[in-house]
């Protein structure tokens, strides 16, 4: 199958921490690592290594962090034809901070990223997929927004329509404009976390935040729940898939929710049912946190079924 994708390649600055720095607090970080990231790197990364055709649309700098950021895109045969390098803004580079009980906050540095240049779409890429995937960072702020909507629209329009997956992220919830949330909803496939859910909809339980994406017309939506699983809705049917417990301990989130939402598009597309597929996606994201870093723990269809089969 071939995808393209609109979203962030970084630098990721990963430090564990006992806890998280106080205001004015000076801490040390029991590990302190540097990998490639961003959710845009790591859903072609996850999809290429599934066996999928994978061109992805970012803006790096003309810097030296740029060859590091996409190291794993490279490597994993993602193509770079609509990798863009900007002439000022530097490699976007996150610093992530996260505790042994799950807590985590990131500085963001949108960067060359967010300047990706809408001129430079070319709608034949768009059109010659079999699905876009969209990291709702893209949606937020700059000349990449722009690029973002046009190519939902391009899809969208396509004389056999691209079916369109957004995965909404945390750091887009509070960016996306209200006349952005149509977007959103409008995606045939949604993927968030249960946070993002809440805080898109301003409600503080999941069934009701369902149901206010369903009157607003949302399609498709899945709930990734953590050690819970997901939630997959649609305006028929909702179902709780279980979780799938992985071989191998969990040491880091980083990314975990970018390949789940890979790895649900991969299913889909090859056909399986959304429950079936949501599964496959709990299993990759588990899977994924068993390393160190969003793109390091390369994930393979037998990976998947091996999870499965637990
Ligand atoms: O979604 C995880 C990603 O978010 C941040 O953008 C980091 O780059 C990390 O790789």
Known sequence: MKFFVIGDVTVDHLYHLDRLPAPGEEVVP???????????????????????????????????????????VRESGVSLAAIQVDPEHLTSTIT??????????MISDGAANRQLDPAKLKKKDIEGADAVIVSAYSLTEGPQRDYTLKAIETAQKA???????????????NKVGTDLIEN????DYLTLNQHELLALTDTTSISAALAQLGDAGARRVVVKVGRMGSIVWTPTETELVDPIKPEGRVVDSTGAGDTFTAAFAHAVLTGQPLPQAARIANAAGALAATRVGAQARPITPADLEAALAR
């Open 30 to 72: 029991g590990r302190a690592t540097m990998k490639p990231g961003g959710a845009g790197g790591t859903i072609s990364v996850t999809l290429a290594r599934l066996g999928h055709t994978v061109t992805l649309a970012a803006r790096v700098g003309n810097d030296p962090f740029a060859e590091y950021a996409l190291a794993s």
């Open 184 to 187: 959103v909803i409008g995606a």
């Open 159 to 173: 004389k056999k329509p691209v079916p369109v997956f957004i995965d909404l992220g945390t750091g887009a919830v």
């Open 96 to 105: 992530v901070m996260q505790t042994p009980d799950g807590q985590r906050a």
